[in-house]
């Protein structure tokens, strides 16, 4: 064995005696309310899936009928030969859904949160007289951490604050206020993905005005979940329109598909065009990929059922799991961490609850502090009651079994 080989075995073992050594399970069926593990159906409570729109017979016959018409993919880059209509009128529509002027298309949102920063903070001529400042939530995405670590240490000053601490925020940004940056960015996620929380853009928005510093917002769980029209954090928020950047993903509600935005305004997108290496050196989305999150979001915009029953459901089943006795952290997002303390509970609980029918993940330290393991549950528009009390009543039964109440 090569050397190299003998560390990366060292490390392997040391994840799985942490406990943090991921293991995958094959479904057997489409992504849905429920699916097939080895034959026998789980609800499924641990996906993205917000809207359903993964196995949406509307979404589906969209990309079968790109598939038919435009074949496979495009074998390009966007600006070489890889640009259909359909990829500029998907762009229209992303910005129109989340209240830019434009957008531009990645292979993910993981490429457009890498792209963005080095883009628009190493690339203008004659840095070394300038420098730019990032203010970032502590608890952003790792691809916005990614993202950051790709600018030059000279050109680009990185601050965090914390998590939702627009109080510290404000000090940075009136610290800074006198000093010569040439750009100053707020950077958040809009929907934080492992308590389902939200970032409070009414006063980020304000705190942007009045500091002169432009606004970014990923909201991959957002979009399609959040605010009346599933419009995202910003429409919760009551600031549609007034965020200067937004980046999501067409692989959670938006079709659960694959692949990112940057959405912005008309200059910013054009110049991405430009300078985005992961949009430059990277191929195109496939069509049947771009029209099905086009046929997303067109039925979102023509009738957006789907959002409400995910909030129906979603208050149903965090009213019954709390009736349970069970303790959740409260809100109103889907994402619904029950929370049980000890890593080994939760890992004991989700072993039990996929033996009984349930599909739901447990996060523990490091990727939640110690001593707040959990299971995450992501309820659906997809889940009919009856799934959403199946998973309910073995919940119950593995919790009494496991004294997690
Ligand atoms: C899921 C997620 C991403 C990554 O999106 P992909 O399109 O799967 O790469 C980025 N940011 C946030 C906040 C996410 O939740």
């Not at 549609?240 to 067409?250: A, C, F, I, K, R």
């Not at 300078?275 to 086009?294: G, H, M």
């Not at 915009?301 to 979603?314: I, K, Y």
């Amino acid at each position: 064995m090569r050397e190299i080989e003998g560390l990366l075995e060292t490390e392997i073992a040391a994840l799985k005696a942490n406990k943090t050594y991921k293991y995958e399970t094959p479904l057997e069926s489409a992504q849905g309310g429920e699916v097939a593990v080895g034959e026998h159906p789980r609800v499924m409570l641990a996906a993205n899936n917000y809207l359903g729109l993964a196995d949406h017979p509307e979404v589906k016959r969209a990309a079968r009928e790109a598939l038919d018409r435009y074949g496979n993919g495009m074998a390009s880059v966007r600006f070489i030969c890889g640009t259909q209509p359909l990829h500029l009128e998907l762009e229209k529509a992303i910005a129109e859904f989340v209240g830019t002027e434009d957008s531009i298309l990645f292979s993910s949102c993981f490429a457009a949160n890498l792209a963005f920063f080095q883009a628009v903070t190493n690339e203008p001529l004659g840095y070394g007289e300038w420098q730019d400042v990032l203010y970032s939530d502590k608890l952003n995405h790792a691809s916005i951490i990614d993202g950051q670590r790709l600018v030059r240490r000279q050109s680009t000053v990185k601050r965090i604050y914390d998590h939702c601490d627009t109080a510290e925020l404000e000090e940075m940004l009136s610290e800074d206020a006198e000093k010569p940056y040439r750009v100053r960015m707020i950077v958040t996620d809009g929907v934080f993905s492992m308590e389902g929380d939200q970032a409070p853009l009414e006063t980020l928005v304000d705190l942007a005005r009045r500091y002169d510093a432009l606004l970014f917002v990923d909201d991959c769980h957002g979009h399609g979940v959040v605010g009346a029209g599933g419009r995202g954090t910003a429409e919760a928020c009551g600031v549609l329109g007034e965020v200067d950047v937004v980046t999501g993903t067409l692989g959670k509600a938006l079709s659960g598909s694959v692949g990112g935005f940057i959405a912005g305004s008309r200059v910013m997108v054009e110049y991405l065009r430009q300078k985005a290496r992961p949009y430059t050196f990277s191929n195109s989305l496939p069509p049947a990929v771009a029209a099905a999150a086009l046929a997303s979001i067109r039925l979102l915009q023509r009738d957006p059922a789907p959002v409400e029953r995910l909030r129906e459901n979603t208050l149903y089943f965090r009213e019954q799991i709390g009736e349970l006795g069970f303790t959740t952290i409260p809100g109103e997002h889907p994402i619904v961490p029950v929370m049980l303390g000890e890593a080994s509970l939760a890992m004991d609980m989700s072993t039990r609850l996929l033996e009984q029918g349930v599909y739901v993940k447990g996060l523990w330290f490091p990727v939640v502090p110690p001593g707040e393991a959990r299971l995450r549950a992501q309820v659906s528009a997809a889940h009919t009651r009856d799934q959403l009390d199946r998973a309910l009543t073995a919940f119950e039964r593995v919790g009494r079994e496991l004294g997690a109440i």
